[in-house]
């Protein structure tokens, strides 16, 4: 019997082949970026898969070519996409030279002077090409090199490997050899710099996603405005906020380009985005001052450019499954990580253990399965002795109290936020040497405690770390952990001499190591044990994601924060991540239960009951609320949306109106819409071949009938938020 080749796959030997398109290329843009480079057909290097091809010009510049349209269409310009940033001739600086350097060693962080003083090679002459066949973690594909020199007589290889299974996803790693005869000192790089257009007719309409940390909480999803520009470092923004996820995408109606690195360990990159003439910039830059002695190489570290459909999910997702492949996935979940959360943060640091044992039954009874034991249990940060006002029997109490909460049928989570140690206590007395230092020797701040930081690469600590952990659940016998705290995120380099750090950055790159201890410590002693990561208003750290098995919101500023911090996290952790809303005190209005429980998040609470002693702020769960509250518990409970299939393909966040989500589960697709008010058409999509009833499952009404295979346009109105439940007929 003959077999038939797959198409994908035949496309993928086409361009294996050379197959030419140039002739076919529509432009997608009106006009050329400033400064780009033409290229004529017969000067152009083809090379990519049925969605995604790269033209490379005689001078190793290159323009994204996007196949997923009815035509090929040009949606950059030819730009230098990969280039070197020269400071200075090494040897006529007085630095060093000689063969004993060797350049894959000299490395420090490069200053904003040499900024300043470089000038970035962009132009290489091509002089060859080769593809190959490889197969290897990722699946089977398609390596493609292409080599130039620049009149610097730097010579340049781009190794670009397209792979059958992650379609429009090209990883890029470029070499450069110093092929003169003088040293030159390199220092920066950067790969795939491109700037997404608009297409022929349309408005220059951009959204961003970034994965950088900031603190000023700023949203991760963001309209493109005039003058947008953010560099989106992924070391320290400030003292305590830094890291986050290593990519970044910018979109419009028609399509989007996500970059990012793929290493498997966080490196000090950054991933700028700017709004430009007529469209979006963006790019992979690394900082680091290196001498490059003749025939010496530097190689840049593994990069990616995605093409794509929709909004930034599609990519993020397959950047996800891409690390995947490369052992850095996020866990799976038990059971417990999906259940609803009461916290005793209502009662703030004043808490006392009567006010949060009286509160458990209600919490039980309102269908709620996790009680937090929050922030202020602990005489500081540091020496994590109980506080003796509210646990005057030591140990003893601690173990009381979790033993209520397991009495009234709840399970006992407690909040730390390790790697931080208070000015005053005995910890920081006799352990200065846990400190983490910066280049001048000075500690460095963790604002929110006023605390400073200890070294998550220090064995002391991590070891400390260890027994902390085993006495939370051995001895005292919690459930899980709310580790709190936007400095966990990510750390600044550390230079502190009693560490021997073989680099600085080793304190950066081996955080997610400390997140490993203390993942698996809590997991030997209970194998379902919940670790939540909260760090405070950051955005995740994706190398810290195989180490948590709950990510919340992480103090959201707004419920459009919940919304797309969900949608980023489930395409990060998994399209089933047990994500968290979040209090949902935190969201507008104190009470939007539909922004979290229509996007598939983890429902959670700070309420008090039946007293709030506090003057203001109130969070008491008042008749009124508790009526409310109890609907929307039961809902979550019924439905389970949380681990569903978040089906973030569907809709684009940025330009669909209204704002929608859908969640699939049990044969039913779950309909989440989200506007001030509408009054209007809405598009339902995802629906599978059939029948469909559409009922308001918030509300318990009846919508009506739909055929699916296909979009269907209705007019709804609703204000704020409308959950629909489509079940086959």
Known sequence: MNKQLDPRRRTLLQWLAGTAVAATVADAGAAVAPGAANATGKDVARIGDDAMALEFDGQLQCRVISRLGPRPAAVTAFAPSERLRVVRNASAAGGP????????????????????????????????????????????????????????????????????????????????????????????????????????????????????????????????????????????????????????????????????????????????????????????????????????????????????????????????????????????????????????????????????????????????????????????????????????????????????????????????????????????????????????????????????????????????????????????????????????????????????????????????????????????????????LCPCGTSYAFHNFPYMNQAPSSDPLSSWQIRHKGKTIKALMGRSAPYAGDHVELSDGGDDFASTIGIGAVLSTKFTWPVDPKPKDSYLLTPEHEVQWRKWIGIYRDKMLANGVYRGELYDIGFDKPEAHVVQKDGKMYFAFYAPRWDGPVEIRGLGPGRWRLRNYADAQEIGVVDGGRAQRLTLRFAHALLLEAIPV
């Not at 498997?264 to 003439?277: D, G, K, Q, S």
């Not at 006799?430 to 006023?450: C, R």
């Open 97 to 532: 030279s000689g063969a004993g350097i060797n350049a894959a060693v000299v490395a420090a962080s490069a200053n904003a002077a040499n900024a300043a003083n470089g000038r970035w090679i962009e132009r290489f002459a091509l002089s060859s090409q080769a593809a190959d066949r490889v197969d290897g973690q990722h699946g089977p594909g398609v390596r493609h090199r292409l080599t130039g020199i620049s009149a610097d007589g730097i010579e340049k290889t781009v190794a670009v490997t397209f792979y059958e299974g992650l379609r429009g996803f090209a990883f890029i790693r470029v070499a450069y050899r110093n092929a003169g005869k003088q040293p030159l000192t390199v220092a920066a790089w950067s790969n795939s710099a491109h700037t997404l257009r608009p297409a022929a007719g349309r408005k220059a309409e951009f959204w961003t996603f970034s994965g950088a940390s900031f603190a000023d909480r700023r949203d991760w999803v963001q309209p493109l405005v005039a003058g947008f520009d953010q560099r989106n470092f992924m070391g320290m923004n400030a003292s305590d906020y830094g890291s986050g996820t290593p990519a970044v995408d910018v979109w419009n109606r028609d399509c989007g380009l996500a970059v990012g690195h793929l290493d498997t360990v966080p490196r000090l990159v950054a991933l700028p985005v700017r709004a430009v003439a007529g469209g979006a910039a963006l790019a992979v830059e690394f900082e680091s001052e290196t001498v490059l002695q003749p025939g010496d190489t530097l190689e840049t570290m593994d990069t990616f450019l995605a093409l794509h459909t929709g909004d930034y999910f599609t990519a993020l997702d397959r950047y996800r499954q891409a690390m995947a492949e490369r052992g850095v996935s996020a866990p799976d979940a038990p059971a417990e990580s999906y259940e609803p959360i009461w916290c005793a943060w209502g009662y703030e640091r004043d808490f006392t253990v009567p006010l949060m044992v009286g509160t458990l039954q209600k919490a039980k009874e309102l269908g709620l399965e996790w009680a937090v034991l929050d922030d202020g249990w602990q005489n500081n940060e540091g020496d994590w002795k109980l506080d003796v006002k509210k646990f005057p029997n030591g140990d003893a109490d601690m173990r009381g109290l979790v033993g209520a909460i397991k009495d009234a049928g709840l399970k006992a989570r407690l909040w730390i936020t390790p790697l931080a140690v208070d000015p005053g206590s005995d910890l920081l007395h006799d352990h200065t040497d846990m400190l983490l230092l910066d280049a001048n020797g000075a500690p460095q701040l963790i604002s929110w405690w006023n605390s400073f930081y200890l070294c998550p690469a220090y064995e002391p600590t991590i070891e400390m770390t260890r027994q902390w952990i085993r006495k939370i659940f051995g001895e005292w016998g919690y459930q899980g952990l709310k580790i709190d705290g936007q400095h966990l995120n990510g750390v600044a380099p550390c230079h502190n001499p009693a560490h021997k750090h073989a680099r600085p950055e080793e304190s950066f790159e081996k955080l997610q190591d400390f997140w490993k201890m203390v993942y698996d410590t809590a997991r030997e002693i209970n194998p379902n044990a919940v670790i939540e």
